[in-house]
């Protein structure tokens, strides 16, 4: 079957920098997305990533790896606006997303 | 960047009643959208994909019969919750792909149904 595993919770410090982990097993793959959302909002687009390396831009960087089917958000600098949930998703082989359960990002001052 | 809009934002409604949702894509042609549905503190769960000019696809577990999803054009796509029932209430969500690389998808802002 189609998974996608990514922490439930995480808390990190105002300035500091913080990784979120996102593993993935899919039926072919198109590519992996970050999305962030804040409660009571739609999810907004992060970051996509289809070669493995890294992608940075700004604070946000997202990593690939797709022979270990793993991926990562890397936010630095925090801010306090960052607390956010952090969707991992999954384009399969029929171009359709596979979503995680989000990573609840708590940021503390 | 591509814009997708929701009507309404949201809505109270009485159990039993019907409460239909509209999807538009404003600035681009969507022949697929996506209808998830969101509970407090839980993940988006695909309920539909919605094609243009032909029927849904919904996802198991779905009731088709209560969830009716109609894509009346390249444009809109809405989705009718029948018979309503508190367990209805959520936070209901639609979404349309970006063509080519980076296939992202652009979310409506949400709709926040609240069944009493």
């Known amino acids: 079957g189609q998974n996608i595993d990514q922490p439930t919770e995480m808390t990190a410090t105002e300035g500091a920098i913080v990784q979120i982990n996102c593993t993935y097993q899919?039926?072919?793959?198109?590519?992996l997305f970050w999305y962030q959302q804040h409660a009571g909002e739609a999810p907004t687009f992060l970051s996509y990533?289809?070669l493995d390396g890294l992608e940075e831009k700004g604070r946000f960087s997202s990593f690939l790896s797709r022979s270990k089917g793993y991926s990562y958000l890397l936010l630095k600098e925090l801010q306090m606006k960052d607390s956010a949930s952090y969707l991992c998703?999954?384009?399969?082989?029929?171009?359709?997303?596979?979503w995680g359960a989000g990573t609840k990002l708590i940021i503390k001052p | 960047g591509a814009v997708v809009s929701q009507h309404p934002s949201w809505v109270i409604c009485k159990s039993g009643t019907s409460v239909k949702i509209e999807c538009r894509s404003l600035?681009?042609?969507?022949?697929?959208m996506f209808w998830y549905r969101q509970f407090p503190k839980q993940s988006l769960m695909l309920m539909a994909t919605?094609?243009?000019?032909?029927?849904?696809?919904?996802e198991q577990g779905v009731e088709k019969d209560k969830f009716l999803i109609n894509h009346a054009s390249l444009t809109l796509s809405t989705l009718t919750v029948t018979s309503a029932h508190p367990e209805d209430s959520s936070f209901y969500i639609c979404?349309?792909?970006?063509?080519?690389?980076?296939?992202?998808?652009?979310f409506g802002p949400g709709t926040r149904l609240t069944v009493t």
């Open positions: 919605s094609n243009e000019g032909s029927k849904a696809t919904y």
């Open positions: 990533n289809v």
């Open positions: 600035d681009f042609q969507a022949t697929t």
């Open positions: 979404s349309a792909p970006g063509q080519g690389e980076p296939y992202e998808q652009y």
């Open positions: 998703a999954a384009l399969d082989s029929n171009y359709q997303l596979i």
């Open positions: 899919t039926s072919g793959f198109n590519g």
